[in-house]
């Protein structure tokens, strides 16, 4: 089974509007941790913002935002604002916390325009 | 700024050739994973070390894969026998090792296997 699921392929937003990119996941374990990650065309990994599950509040990394919806097991990715360089591929990724290694979805293709 | 550094950021290598992809994690980082990224896809685990010690390999092929991570030095990752199929992107990262923390990424090496 998925553990970790993006099914949004390629998400189109317009300049300064907001976008929110989806990610659900599948876990029993009651301690994990929830990632995003930023890949431009350039290929590097670039981390954007943690949730983790005990946590009481969405996380907020400037203009990124995390709705973090438990009972439903989401953890959506919220970039408000959208500037041209956000055009990349995001990876939401989760850690269980009886293991070490972050299973990562197969990514949204953001693309801004003008 | 001492991130995560791999080399060589390219690499090729004819098929039946070996190819060391080295590592070295952030400053202050024991825990380094690899994982793999075929085009147009996401990242794939496969394997969590700890200095002299493969913590977690479930997602190295059984075959011509191996890696490691001395004492001194970087983390190696070695492909003997390279074949087309094992052309990718091959990223290294590091972490302090608890749940909530992040992976945080090399740029990657890309292999190209002629």
């Known amino acids: 089974a998925q553990k970790i699921t993006q099914t949004q392929p390629g998400m189109f937003v317009q300049e300064k509007e907001a976008v929110t990119l989806d990610c659900t996941y599948d876990?029993?374990?009651?301690?994990?941790?929830l990632f995003w990650y930023k890949q431009p065309s350039s290929g590097e990994m670039i981390f954007l913002i943690y949730?983790?599950?005990?946590?009481?509040q969405n996380a907020t990394e400037g203009r990124y935002s995390l709705n973090f919806q438990k009972a439903r097991k989401s953890a959506n990715l919220v970039i408000s604002a959208s500037q041209l360089g956000d055009s990349a591929m995001y990876f939401c990724?989760?850690?269980?916390?009886?293991?070490?290694?972050?299973?990562f979805g197969t990514g949204t293709r953001l693309q801004v325009f003008p | 700024n001492a991130g995560v550094m791999q080399n060589p950021r390219h690499l090729v290598r004819r098929r039946g050739q070996e190819a060391r992809l080295r590592c070295s994690p952030m400053k202050g980082h024991s825990h380094v994973y690899w994982y793999r990224q075929l085009p147009e896809e996401g990242l794939k685990f496969m394997v969590y070390?700890?200095?002299?010690?493969?913590?977690?390999e479930s997602g190295m092929p059984k075959e011509r894969f191996s890696a490691e991570f001395p004492k001194e030095g970087p983390s190696i990752l070695r492909i003997q026998q390279v074949v087309r199929g094992d052309s990718a992107a091959y990223f290294c990262?590091?972490?302090?090792?608890?749940?909530?923390?992040?992976?945080?990424f090399g740029n990657g090496t890309r292999l190209t296997v002629t």
């Open positions: 949730q983790g599950s005990y946590d009481q």
């Open positions: 876990t029993s374990d009651p301690s994990y941790g």
């Open positions: 990724a989760m850690r269980e916390g009886n293991t070490d290694k972050l299973i």
């Open positions: 990262a590091s972490s302090a090792g608890s749940y909530n923390s992040p992976l945080h």
């Open positions: 070390l700890q200095k002299e010690n493969i913590i977690d």
